[in-house]
């Protein structure tokens, strides 16, 4: 998957998660940009994007990600 296909079925994960179709993912999208984007929506986050990539983020993936962007290019890096 390259990094526009990857965007668009993220995208897809953060709207069921968060419930909001209107939701528009950027590189630069972090928590404080959805409403609904708490600690415990971001676990519920991670096992999303984890069950829909079929792969797993370590610890140190998680806690380092400050932003979208960031999720994308581990995913990136996952599907070569």
Do not use: C, P, Y
């Not at 404080?32 to 140190?60: G, P, Q």
């Amino acid at each position: 998957m390259n990094r526009e296909e990857i965007t668009v079925k993220l995208t897809d994960v953060f709207r069921s998660v968060f419930d909001d179709e209107k939701i528009e993912l950027s590189d630069s999208t972090t928590a404080d940009d959805i409403e609904a984007w708490d600690s415990l929506e971001h676990i519920s986050l991670i096992a999303a994007v984890e069950k829909a990539f079929k792969m797993r983020f370590t610890m140190r993936e998680v806690s380092g990600m400050k932003n979208v962007g960031e999720m994308i290019d581990i995913l990136v890096q996952r599907a070569k």
